[in-house]
T-cell receptor, first 114, second 114 residues
């Protein structure tokens, strides 16, 4: 079964550093998403991406964050100048065209900011 | 904005028994999609079942079924013949037909007792 692949599985970074979280969505999917889950809390929407541009973003997704699809396969989330409160699991997801389809999530990247 | 409420932070069920997880949501839309996701200790988000709001028939996937009450804005998940592998966090989610932002509830942690 096709999978969404995320790397790395765990990243530790110092406060103030930039991190790039990487995702390889399912190849025939057209919509891409980033979600985050702070430990013990709910899964929160960050951003959706379609046709090489952001289609929606939440209030969490401020200027500190950016997304990019640098080639035909990768989908990245960049967090500039990380803060302690950015520590969370970050999930990438993709979906086929059409809103009925549930997302296929990756296994997540655990980001720890120290 | 749509909100999703899961009023049971934790639930417990005996192996082979049946358990029902509750979910309510708030929306002014008439057409939308509802999902249940399972998050085992591996932290991956796995789609369990989905329901289209315009369909009156409740969705069923093997041991998993839903009780969708549109007027009451309720979407509960029933797990029959519970297995040890069902132990996980379960998230209810709402997705509008108008945007790609899937909203999650806070989750219910299900424990399965042998």
């Amino acid at each position: 079964e096709p999978e969404v692949t995320q790397t790395p599985s765990h990243q530790v970074t110092q406060m103030g550093q930039e991190v790039i979280l990487r995702c390889v969505p399912i190849s025939n999917h057209l919509y891409f998403y980033w979600y985050r889950q702070i430990l013990g809390q709910k899964v929160e929407f960050l951003v959706s991406f379609y046709n090489n541009e952001i289609s929606e973003k939440s209030e969490i997704f401020d200027d500190q964050f950016s997304v990019e699809r640098p080639d035909g396969s990768n989908f990245t989330l960049k967090i500039r100048s990380t803060k302690l409160e950015d520590s969370a699991m970050y999930f990438c997801a993709s979906s086929e065209q059409g809103v009925f389809y549930g997302y296929t999530f990756g296994s997540g990247t655990r980001l720890t900011v120290v | 904005a749509q909100t999703v409420t899961q009023s049971q932070p934790e639930m417990s069920v005996q192996e082979a028994e049946t358990v029902t997880l509750s979910c309510t949501y708030d929306t002014s839309e008439s057409d939308y999609y509802l999902f249940w996701y399972k998050q085992p200790p591996s932290r991956q988000m796995i789609l369990v079942i989905r329901q289209e709001a315009y369909k009156q028939q409740n969705a069923t996937e093997n041991r998993f079924s839903v009780n969708f009450q549109k007027a009451a804005k309720s979407f509960s998940l029933k797990i029959s013949d519970s297995q040890l592998g069902d132990a996980a966090m379960y998230f209810c989610a709402y997705r509008s037909v108008n945007n790609n932002d899937m909203r999650f509830g806070a989750g219910t942690r299900l424990t399965v007792k042998p």
